[in-house]
């Protein structure tokens, strides 16, 4: 069974606007990661975290990580169109990824 | 450079019958996996391989499902006979394993697509 719990399930805003999503997990990890995957496509790496690191960030995306509350967000600053698709959390234990259920972006125009 | 190479993209079957997926992961890759992802979840894990070896094959139901990686390289997930609930996508990633990357990032496949009729 699956792991973590993303939070929202769904989010829609405008273009410009910031994107955040919540994940939470439940037992230990190594690191925890990030994945995107659009419609009908496969996911694709985003960004990783590691569980001594606090915060993180790539380009437009900022990760944070609170090993305490067992729980990671993902910021998405200045939105795009072209970021409209799913985010997963995975939580890692050494080579085990464990998803969450994702959380559904739209970005609209 | 080639990522995971999946095929088919898209299958439609009757129920009972069998279905094969294949799986070529990225080359120098030794750890391979296969997960399911049912519409609106994340994905799950069936099998991990490394090399040739299953080293974690808890959540494949064995009953029907199947999967062999003969010369450590590409992979076939078999499922017979398949049933309506089987109908999901099945996406294949690797990774260089935990010796070589120990902070493991895994790269995708674009999926298999089942339907089950």
């Known amino acids: 069974s699956q792991q973590g719990e993303e939070d929202p399930q769904a989010l829609s805003i405008q273009e410009g606007e910031n994107a955040t999503m919540n994940c939470s997990y439940k037992?230990?990890?190594?690191?925890l990661q990030w994945y995107r995957q659009n419609s009908g496509r496969g996911l694709v790496h985003l960004i990783l975290?590691?569980?001594?690191?606090r915060e993180k960030h790539s380009g437009r995306l900022r990760v944070t990580l609170d090993t305490s509350k067992k729980s990671s967000s993902l910021l998405i600053t200045a939105s795009r169109a072209a970021d409209t698709a799913s985010y997963f959390c995975?939580?890692?234990?050494?080579?085990?990824?464990?998803f969450g259920k994702g959380t559904k972006l739209s970005v609209i125009p | 450079e080639a990522g995971v190479v999946q095929s088919p993209r898209y299958k439609i079957i009757e129920k009972k019958q069998p279905v094969a997926f294949w799986c070529n992961p990225i080359?120098?890759?030794?750890?391979l996996y296969w997960y399911l992802q049912n519409l609106g979840q994340g994905p799950e894990l069936l099998i991990r391989?490394?090399?040739?070896?299953?080293?974690?094959d808890s959540q494949l139901p064995k009953d029907r499902f199947s999967a062999e990686r003969l010369k450590g390289v590409d992979s076939t997930l078999k499922i017979q006979p398949a049933e309506l609930g089987d109908s999901a996508v099945y996406l294949c990633?690797?990774?260089?394993?935990?010796?070589?990357?120990?902070?493991?990032?895994?790269?995708f496949g674009p999926g298999t697509r089942l339907t089950v009729l």
């Open positions: 037992t230990s990890i190594n690191n």
């Open positions: 990633a690797s990774s260089l394993g935990q010796r070589e990357a120990p902070y493991n990032e895994q790269f």
């Open positions: 080359s120098g890759h030794n750890t």
């Open positions: 995975a939580s890692t234990w050494f080579d085990q990824l464990t």
């Open positions: 975290i590691r569980s001594n690191e």
């Open positions: 391989y490394e090399n040739e070896e299953a080293v974690d």
